[in-house]
């Protein structure tokens, strides 16, 4: 058994268990985002559903002003009918009627705009009810769900403890000469290891596609040291060799 090859092999490992965490961690980061995108989802509906509302308010005002109008105008024609009586001469009572008459047609103007005021509001009425029948159904579905990213992210991070503890025990069992080196070029890479990619060409890395020179092949396939890519730094390893090393184990 070759040991820095059981030692790549672990590494292959341990980079699978890197990018695991990777995984975890950006998925876990990328809740509070959508939490947020769903709660101002529930504010700019409660905004829509507010301006129904305030629609309906200001129409129920109106509809207030011109019966106070309405009053007014009764009164107005009550009184005069009154006088009437009391007028002294032919020209003073045909000006009351003049003024009544004038006042019975601003009557009838005001019951029709207070009947089309009635039908609006009706109408206003059924589409606000209707706004927050779909508004409160709407909420309860998006809270539902905030619900549920809320209890995802909790179980990530619960397995992204596991998943540390795991690669931290797993860790342990490579020699710290070798883990040291992985760790440094991992924090400047996405990956330390690199496997060699074989083409009718010749070799080259498999991350960064820096061609290989038969020495290098060479020296990788002695399994002494690790070689380095003189490109991106990375491990290089010749998958063939990890797998038939398994089949030996
Ligand atoms: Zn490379």
Do not use: W
């Not at 207070?114 to 029948?133: C, G, N, V």
């Amino acid at each position: 058994m070759n040991n820095l090859i059981i030692t790549l092999k672990k590494l292959i490992q341990l980079q699978i268990y890197d990018q695991e965490i990777i995984d975890l961690e950006e998925e876990i980061n990328s809740i509070p985002d959508q939490i947020s995108q769903l709660e101002k989802t529930i504010e700019s509906l409660q905004k829509n559903l507010d301006t129904d509302r305030n629609q309906l308010k200001d129409l129920q005002l109106k509809i207030k002003n011109r019966e106070l109008d309405l009053q007014s105008v009764e009164q107005q024609i009550k009184k005069h009918t009154q006088e009437l009586n009391t007028v002294k001469t032919n020209e003073q009572y045909r000006a009351l009627l003049t003024e009544i008459d004038n006042l019975n047609k601003q009557k009838d103007q005001v019951e029709i705009e207070i009947i089309e005021l009635m039908e609006t509001i009706d109408k206003s009425k059924a589409k606000t009810a209707a706004a927050e029948k779909e508004f409160s159904l709407k909420r309860e579905e998006i809270q539902k769900q905030i619900e549920n990213l809320k209890q995802k992210k909790q179980n990530l991070e619960n397995t992204l403890t596991e998943k540390i503890k795991e690669r931290e025990d797993f860790a342990k069992n490579i020699q710290q000469k070798f883990l040291s080196q992985y760790e440094r070029i991992r924090k400047s890479r996405d990956g330390a290891m690199s496997p060699v990619v074989q083409t009718e060409r010749g070799y080259s890395c498999g991350k960064c596609n820096m061609r290989l020179t038969e020495q290098e092949i060479s020296d990788i396939n002695k399994y002494e040291e690790f070689i380095f890519c003189s490109s991106c730094s990375r491990i290089l390893y010749i998958p063939k060799d990890l797998e038939e090393h398994q089949n030996i184990e």
